[in-house]
């Protein structure tokens, strides 16, 4: 048993109290290589994330794993103290950071204290990832909602330097009060990275989850300038969001199912640039494929158009040509501003359409009535 | 008139976009090894594994299509495919993934006369990304195809904007520039790039191009060696093992040649094994395992026109020509090919004028393609419209301008034509004028055909006495040990000259000259 799976009882500094251990995995706030609990406080239940020094994925001497699980689990703390310092409102709040001493090995023979570092999260309702798993179908104007919110959440990241890199729906968490409106907040920052601090997973050239990653991440060339590969990895991200809300498929997948085997990740293993028009084609099949399943066609179909355009624009297989032309010349090639206006005013149109689509169905159900009463 | 090609290079091949996946050169040189999922990706797979053995629903259901690609052939994602067709609330582009279905593409609805699908939906695709090299590459195919070569050019330029780096997109521009007579640009767009020394596909399209520039490729020497790397494909290197041959055979190194060849067609590409039916045809190599290869590929159009059309096998050189057509409408080699097997072999003119009215759309300035054209309708008695293409021609034997022996080509035609407007002596006049030039030039087999088109229509007009003198003339003219095309058609003159007016051509007759041909 590792360290980090012995907290169950324990009463951490601040009176947090650990609960229950999260069975299977419990990504709210990321998995990578870590213990998640739930933890108790005033009546409240909050999210916990543990790890140590024996958690480190890969070989090399005890030193060298102690300092890189060291760097990780410091790398985040970092990374959501800046979050929390500057107000970010759609990532996920670090309530506290710290670390507790676990007495491991045989009481007859020796025992000895190793700690485990935590952090503690405000405790989200559900994952984006649940929500599209489950029967109950959720309505377009509220996918359109965590859009925004995680649009917003990424540009609040971007605007201090953090890339997020591993955008994807169990990594966007909800909070569900009984009144009022939910919201969205961004999660999980394990494999984030920030523009003036070097990260230990900055040399993988896939930090996210290859399911999800842009194409030029999942081949192996990554764009150069951090611009363009860590913000234009979220852009891309962000899009396939996009589309996978609405229809249930990842842009990263839609693409691969359009390329003949030889061209698929695993097979191969040449150049990008050889590979670069077959993935704008395959995209451009696959932006196709995607237009009957956009919401409120009938009643807008301006909204079809603008979320199109925008994941034509963020999912742009080439990442030197991704996010809004406008943004090109600027200083800020993959500003998400605009995203967030388009779909802060997409949400307005929808609002509008939803009002459309009820007054048709009541003007439907008068006429129903009128025929039925004559 | 026909024109089978004299010679024949391993230039780079350009396709459309559907049928390039059978030539192979977008393949990757080498194959890579898909990286497995990290820990805590492969526990949330797990997870979802888990909870489809529970509860099928549709959403889990495209979590499992999603991770697709680390579940190669597992039931759970045969299952899942199940569920996305059958579930009415499954998204369009789910079901499009499972049934690797292509999207109903709308193209704008033109009502424009001449409206060409191909050219619609290219510029559908590149008007919604202008970016999109291989849109530009087929747009300027469907252009060239359809004869709008200025409106190509742009394209190409376009094309190499944005990916200029591409090894489909270069030989493609290669091949165009090619077809446009642009050769040492042809050569220098190849030559000049970035991946040549790494690429065997760029670096046998930059040694073809230099020998027709009329150059030795400074290359030859890289190329050697990667045509031998075993870290390559033999695929990949199929079509350089033959460029550096045909160098080879032109020093006169066929021993060497023979040997390139055979480890070139050991996995070879179509365009390899049409060149090598083109150099056995030759006689530059000999024995050599052409239609052992020709079997083992799915496509090789051009391979299967010629070896037919050698064959006497008259319908299967026009199918396969008009498969080659499809892949290659700009070149005037399958329209030649299919309207020489049309023509001459199966003596169907409503064929021969599909082609040759396709050789004129992509070519309209190449005159050659319009007498021929105009031939094929005038022999299917549509003399006002073999008139009217007949026109380019006209102009230019009013113009004596362009090459002599093919103005006198034309001059034949458009004795063919006064024929069967009922001018007699006009008709004759052309076919006399033809005759004596080839004749006095020593050009054999044009003045052959000339002889044996002009004894056809005396016999047509009930001159029996002339018919058969101008077909021993021509037989005279044609004679040599081998057989060739020029045979066949003589004995198909010979056999309408030889009937009693009025009765129709045996098809048996013709048959049996179709059979009585023997392969070379």
Known sequence: ?374 | MISIHRTRRIVPRWRPLRSRDALREEEPLKLGVQTPLAPHQQLELNETLARWKDEKTLGIALEIINSASFLPGSTELEEASGIVLLHRDASRAACAIVTSAKANELVSASTHIRSVPEIEFARARLRRDPRNAFAALNLAHAYCANGYQTKADRLILQALAAAGTNRTVLRGAARYYLHTGEHERAHRLLANAPGLLKDPWLLSGELALAEVIGRTSVNVKVAKELAESQSIEAVHRSELNAALADLQIHRGDYKRARKNYLTALGSPTENVVAQAQFLIERGEVTSLPVEEAMRRLNEAPEARAMDALMNGSWKIAQEQARRWLEYEPFSVRPANVGFTAADIGSQNMEEAAFFAHRGVRANPGNAIQHNNYAFALAQLGQVSDAEKAFEVCAAAIAKNSGDESDLHVFKATAGLIAWRNHDLEGGRRGYREAADYFEKNNIKLRLAICLARWAAEEHRSGNKAEAPKLLERARTTAKSNVRGLIHVLLDHTDVLVKKPSGVPTSSAAIAKSVIAFPSQ
């Open chain 1, 1 to 374: 048993m590792k360290p980090s799976e012995m907290l169950e009882g324990k009463i951490l500094e601040g009176g947090y109290e650990v609960r229950k251990r999260l069975s299977k995995n419990p990504d709210h706030t990321g998995g990578n290589f870590s213990v998640c609990y739930v933890v108790h406080k005033a009546g409240k239940d909050y999210f916990l994330k543990a790890t140590d020094v024996t958690f480190h994925p890969g070989g090399g001497d005890q030193a060298t794993r102690i300092r890189d699980t060291m760097t990780v689990y410091t790398y985040e703390r970092d990374l959501l103290e800046i979050a929390r310092m500057h107000a970010m409102t759609r990532v996920v709040r670090v309530l506290a950071a710290g670390d507790v001493p676990v007495k491991v090995g045989d009481p007859k023979t020796g025992e000895f204290e190793i700690a485990v570092f935590y952090l503690i999260f405000e405790q989200a309702d559900v994952t984006l990832r649940d929500k599209m798993m489950a029967a109950i179908p959720v309505e377009a104007i509220d996918k359109l909602k965590a859009l925004h919110h995680t649009a917003v959440g990424l540009r609040q990241l971007h605007s201090q330097g953090i890339a997020h890199q591993d955008m994807k729906p169990s990594n966007v968490v909800g909070f569900m009060p009984a009144t009022g409106n939910g919201h969205y907040k961004v999660a999980d920052l394990g494999r984030a990275t920030h523009r003036d601090r070097s990260a230990l997973h900055d040399g993988l050239t896939c930090p996210g989850d290859p399911r999800y990653a842009p194409p030029e991440a999942i081949y192996g060339a990554p764009a150069e300038g951090f611009d363009r590969r860590r913000f234009g990895a979220d852009a891309y991200l962000l899009g396939s969001l996009v589309a996978q809300i609405f229809t249930g498929v990842s842009i990263t997948r839609a693409i691969e199912a359009k390329l003949p085997e030889a061209h698929r990740t695993g097979k191969w293993n040449d150049p990008y640039d050889q590979l670069l028009p077959r993935l704008r084609e395959a995209f451009d099949a696959v932006l196709l494929d995607l237009r009957p399943d956009w919401p409120y066609q009938k009643e807008d179909p301006k909204i079809r158009e603008e979320l199109e355009l925008a994941v034509r624009q963020l999912c742009c297989p080439d990442p030197m040509h991704r996010g809004h032309p406008r943004a090109f010349g600027t200083l800020d090639p993959l500003d998400l501003n605009r995203y967030v206006s388009l779909f802060a005013a997409l949400i307005h149109r929808a609002e509008i359409a939803e009002r459309t689509r009820a007054m048709e169905l009541e003007r439907i159900a008068t006429a129903e009535n009128s025929t039925r009463a004559a």
